[in-house]
């Protein structure tokens, strides 16, 4: 499976935007782009998938790269409520795509 | 979330006694999936269902075992419980298919003490 890099912690003010990079320089033309948080406490929740183009949906916006190596999760206006561990995740369009294989994700901290 | 619950939230069991785990889903999907989250590991897949009757392993799944009799219940069970399977337990639910364009919908979690 083709691995993600991210960095272990960020650090953001409340109301700011914030920008989770995703190093993927393995990616494979069939690999999706998904993202994923945890909130302290809680189980894992999907935020948002892409393969080629920018995504925005209710919670976040998701940045490719023209050559798919990298991704930026882009949260407009960081709240409280975001603080969480946000893990980038390569799913194929084949094979065992039904299985999610998690890293160690970023753990992205608010201050007030 | 609604669709998917686990039960109990909590449990110590002591070392040697066996141990269900028990997730129900409500949204009718074909995939479910069990993981367990450690400190310094992060989440690791332990078993998965594709169907009734239908499961398989994942990277840790020594020490457990899965069964799934209808398409709602995905049980977990821990035949002799031992110090290293204290953890948290997830559950998680998909609808699967090609391309993977569907999210993933997690429990929130069973918090194992083996004593």
């Known amino acids: 499976d083709a691995k993600t890099t991210q960095p272990n912690s960020m650090e953001s003010n409340e109301e700011e935007p914030v920008h989770l990079p995703c190093n993927h320089s393995?990616?494979?033309?069939?690999?999706?782009i998904h993202w994923y948080r945890q909130l302290p406490s809680q189980g894992p929740e999907y935020v948002i998938h892409?393969?080629?183009s920018n995504v925005n949906n209710r919670m976040a916006s998701l940045a490719i790269a023209e050559d798919r190596k990298s991704s930026t999760l882009i949260l407009h206006r960081a709240t409280l409520r975001d603080a969480a561990v946000y893990y980038c995740?390569?799913?194929?369009?084949?094979?065992?795509?039904?299985?999610?294989?998690f890293g160690k994700g970023t753990l992205l901290t608010v201050n007030p | 979330d609604a669709g998917i619950t686990q039960s109990p939230r909590h449990k110590v069991t002591e070392t040697g006694t066996p141990v269900t785990l028990r997730c129900h889903q409500t949204e009718n999907h074909r995939y479910m999936y069990w993981y367990r989250q450690d400190p310094g590991h992060g989440l690791r897949l332990i078993h998965y269902s594709y169907g009734v009757k239908d499961t398989d392993k994942g990277e840790v799944s020594d020490g457990y075992s899965v069964s799934r009799s209808k398409t709602e219940d995905f049980l977990l069970t821990l035949e002799s419980a031992t110090s290293s399977q204290t953890s948290v337990y997830f559950c998680?639910?998909?609808?699967?298919?090609?391309?993977?364009?569907?999210?993933?919908?997690f429990g929130s979690g069973t918090r194992l003490t083996v004593v």
């Open positions: 995740i390569l799913r194929n369009s084949g094979g065992s795509n039904y299985k999610l294989t």
């Open positions: 892409g393969l080629t």
């Open positions: 393995t990616i494979s033309g069939t690999d999706y």
């Open positions: 998680a639910i998909s609808e699967g298919g090609t391309p993977p364009v569907y999210g993933y919908t």
